[in-house]
């Protein structure tokens, strides 16, 4: 599977976004999907994701602020990112993988990420 997002922007605190990624290649609705995030010298995060039953997990920083959605009709993955905070700087990757990986940031197919700059 392919994956494109986009939708990064420079943004000021308080501001939103709304992230997007495109899959192709493969059968989109059969893969566990995430959204992770890495800022400059830290580490790869997990930040949304869906599980096996289609429920949602948020990292405890994002969570009532961040929201993932699917459109399985238009293989798009999406995250709305409210109330945005200069520490949610970072590179934003959807990720893609045929079993739950939860916010772990093991998957094995990665896009090439969209940048998000708050300040």
């Known amino acids: 599977v392919q994956l494109v997002e986009s939708g990064g922007a420079l943004v000021h605190p308080g501001g939103s976004l709304r992230l997007s990624c495109a899959a192709s290649g493969s059968t989109f609705s059969s893969y566990y999907m995430s959204w992770l995030r890495q800022a400059p010298g830290k580490e790869r995060e997990g930040v949304a994701a869906?599980?096996?039953?289609?429920?949602?997990s948020y990292a405890g920083s994002v969570k009532g602020r961040f929201t993932i959605s699917k459109e399985n009709n238009k293989n798009t993955l999406y995250l709305q990112i409210n109330s945005l905070k200069p520490e949610d700087t970072a590179m934003y990757y959807c990720?893609?993988?045929?079993?739950?990986?939860?916010?772990?940031?093991?998957?094995?197919?990665w896009g090439q990420g969209t940048q998000v700059t708050v300040s």
């Open positions: 990720a893609a993988a045929s079993r739950d990986f939860g916010l772990v940031p093991s998957y094995p197919f």
């Open positions: 869906f599980g096996r039953d289609g429920s949602t």
